[in-house]
Every structure is written in C-alpha cells, then in structure tokens.
T-cell receptor, first 113, second 117 residues
Framework: KAGVTQTPRYLIKTRGQQVTLSCSPI?????VSWYQQTPGQGLQFLFE?????QRNKGNFPGRFSGRQFSNSRSEMNVSTLELGDSALYLC??????WGYGYTFGSGTRLTVV | AQSVTQLDSQVPVFEEAPVELRCNYS??????LFWYVQYPNQGLQLLLK??????LVESINGFEAEFNKSQTSFHLRKPSVHISDTAEYFC???????????????FGKGTLLTVNP
C-alpha cells in the first residue's frame, strides 16, 4: 500500500512569489492535514480537510490556503512568500477516525530566498 | 488551548541503556495522546497512541508509554536502546472533547535521542 506522497520534495522560491504544494493521501483516506515544521516554532497545525471540506484551521495568515479534491488529494498554497515561510511542510492522512492515527508524508522542504 | 511540554530537548544515552523521554500536557477532560518519531530528512512515523483503555501502551519495537491522568503525563520509555533508535521524538495531544471539528494535533518541541556506542 503506497504511503502519503508529497511533491515536490524540495523547492526554492523568491520572496513575493507564490507556491503550491501537493499531497496524495493513502488510498481510502479521506482526511488530510497540513503542518509546518521549523526549528524555532516546531510543528504547527495549518489546516485539515475531510471530504473536500475544511474542518479546522490553525493560526496562520490568510496567505496560507488549501483545498481538497474529490479524490482526496490536497494542495496547499502560500502567496506572497516571506523568508519566514521557509520550512518543512508535512502532510498527513487518516481514514478520519482518531483510532487509526495520522500517517505523515516525507514533506516538502521550502526555502524562500 | 492544549499545550505539550517535552522537558528535555536532547537526551544522550549509551547503547543498551534504558531511556525515558518525558512529556506533559495541559489538563483537559479527555485527551488522545501520541508519540511520533522523525528520522533525518523524513516525515513523522507514529510510534504509539493512547485513546482509551489500558494506560500502558506499547509499540512493536520495544517502546512503551504510560498515560498518567493525575500527573498529566505520557512519558516514553525503552528498557534497552539501540543505535538505530537515534532520532527526534515528538509527543502530541488532541482534545476530542472539542467536538468533531478538532481533528488536529498539538505537538511538543521534540526530544533528540542520541544513542552512542
């Protein structure tokens, strides 16, 4: 069974640009969550989607957005990139019930220069 | 809001020694608790979880954690570590009592476990 796939693995962008990251969950998983990991702030929750609906959102500015498609694949977008957006962005999927836990992808390493 | 404190940012130990990684969370009526492990340049792997029932939970690779409600703790232990256990370990909590919309994990800052030969 394939795991959670995130693309691309590495990305370098310039300040002011926008970026889109992609996440393909495990087959059959309907919940997808996104987290930002930085050395200073650690792991922070961005948002969670279930069946194309955003169920929860973290405390990030509106420049961070996401969506989920009917096949459960998810994308997150960051507009007007800032240096502080440099981070490892992790996607996690789940069947949607807490009993199964979340399975994380390997992440996308975003560097803003 | 929930918070998680991992009391040690780094724990160095020798191979075959026992280890305990400490985790405390802010009080709540009920919580779900998790330990994840992250190897370099990889994502997070679920090590073990507590949802309900027995307060002692075990993983397949010898780790165990005990839920202590009175002390709001969920410490991770292993009686004998291996070099391959070197990684960063994250404790996480979720509050199911906040309603079905609260499907999010709040993580601690992580503990880097370094196992030396």
């Amino acid at each position: 069974k394939a795991g959670v796939t995130q693309t691309p693995r590495y990305l370098i962008k310039t300040r002011g640009q926008q970026v889109t990251l992609s996440c393909s969950p495990i087959s059959g998983h309907r919940s997808v969550s996104w987290y930002q990991q930085t050395p200073g702030q650690g792991l922070q929750f961005l948002f969670e989607y279930f069946s194309e609906t955003q169920r929860n959102k973290g405390n990030f500015p509106g420049r961070f957005s996401g969506r989920q498609f009917s096949n459960s694949r998810s994308e997150m977008n960051v507009s007007t990139l800032e240096l502080g957006d440099s981070a490892l962005y992790l996607c996690a999927s789940s069947l949607g019930d807490w009993g199964y836990g979340y399975t994380f992808g390997s992440g996308t390493r975003l560097t803003v220069v | 809001a929930q918070s998680v404190t991992q009391l040690d940012s780094q724990v160095p130990v020798f191979e075959e020694a026992p280890v305990e990684l400490r985790c405390n969370y802010s009080s709540s009526v009920s919580v779900y608790l998790f330990w994840y492990v992250q190897y370099p340049n990889q994502g997070l792997q679920l090590l073990l979880k507590y949802l309900s029932g027995s307060t002692l939970v075990e993983s397949i690779n010898g780790f165990e954690a005990e839920f202590n409600k009175s002390q709001t703790s969920f410490h991770l232990r292993k009686p004998s570590v291996h070099i391959s256990d070197t990684a960063e370990y994250f404790c996480a909590v979720s509050d199911p009592g906040s309603g079905g919309s609260n499907y999010k994990l709040t993580f601690g800052k992580g503990t880097l476990l370094t196992v030396n030969p």
